[in-house]
């Protein structure tokens, strides 16, 4: 009986132990995927950005700390887009070129290293420059303006005869239809055969006029 009985429990636990491995090599695999997975998804999330780079080179050093602080306020509300796959992309290049005139476009992506953020600034390139008050405003060719520029001063300069007070100026820079016609007027004649713009003047007692010497 003894006998009998000891070879009961051994055909038992022989026949259990294929089932026992595969139960335990099935437990190993979904490990080794949640582990994967949680792995995954903090490299997805951003902690911060940890490098500034632009697509194109710069005369300028990178002012790091006005895109940190445009990329930190548009995460602060929105803490699901810290993860990179639900960054709404459009959103975010919208409300950094509103914080950031000289942004033209940012792409977020990872570093090398874990855990690690880059974003890729593409800047805006100016076409002429208008002095009011000592202080610089470029234009590019679209039109949009923008004060800190990271890329040589343009030879285009804006002469204003127009005879306004500082004061009035500064609201003729911010009439998006002048700036859009002076920058696209600008590029359109670099890029074609007629010659290259040198000098834009805004004639005395008026604002509906731009004399262009080539």
């Given at each position: 009986r003894r006998h009998t009985r000891y070879i009961s429990v051994t055909g038992v636990q022989t026949c259990a132990l294929p089932i026992y491995r595969r139960k335990l090599f099935a437990g190993l695999v979904l490990l080794v995927f949640l582990s994967g997975t949680c792995v995954w998804l903090l490299d997805q999330y951003i902690v911060r950005a940890d490098s500034f780079v632009s697509s194109v080179p710069t005369v300028k050093q990178l002012d790091t700390q006005r895109f940190q602080k445009a990329f930190e306020d548009y995460l602060g509300p929105r803490p699901l887009e810290r993860f990179r796959f639900l960054l709404n992309q459009d959103k975010l290049n919208a409300y950094m070129q509103q914080n950031v005139p000289e942004l033209q476009s940012v792409d977020v992506a990872g570093a090398k290293g874990l855990f690690q953020t880059r974003l890729t600034l593409q800047l805006r390139k100016p076409v002429?420059?208008?002095?009011?008050?000592?202080?610089?405003?470029?234009?590019?060719?679209?039109?949009?303006?923008?004060?800190?520029?990271?890329?040589?001063?343009?030879?285009?300069?804006?002469?204003?005869?127009?005879?306004?007070?500082?004061?009035?100026?500064?609201?003729?820079?911010?009439?998006?239809?002048?700036?859009?016609?002076?920058?696209?007027?600008?590029?359109?004649?670099?890029?074609?055969?007629?010659?290259?713009?040198?000098?834009?003047?805004?004639?005395?007692?008026?604002?509906?006029?731009?004399?262009?010497?080539?």
């Open positions: 002429a420059v208008w002095e009011i008050n000592k202080t610089n405003y470029f234009v590019d060719a679209t039109g949009q303006t923008f004060q800190v520029n990271y890329f040589a001063t343009p030879d285009v300069s804006v002469k204003d005869e127009s005879g306004l007070k500082a004061t009035d100026a500064e609201l003729v820079v911010t009439s998006s239809r002048l700036l859009r016609f002076l920058g696209q007027t600008v590029a359109g004649f670099n890029n074609s055969n007629v010659g290259n713009v040198r000098l834009v003047t805004i004639p005395g007692g008026t604002l509906r006029e731009v004399d262009v010497t080539l």
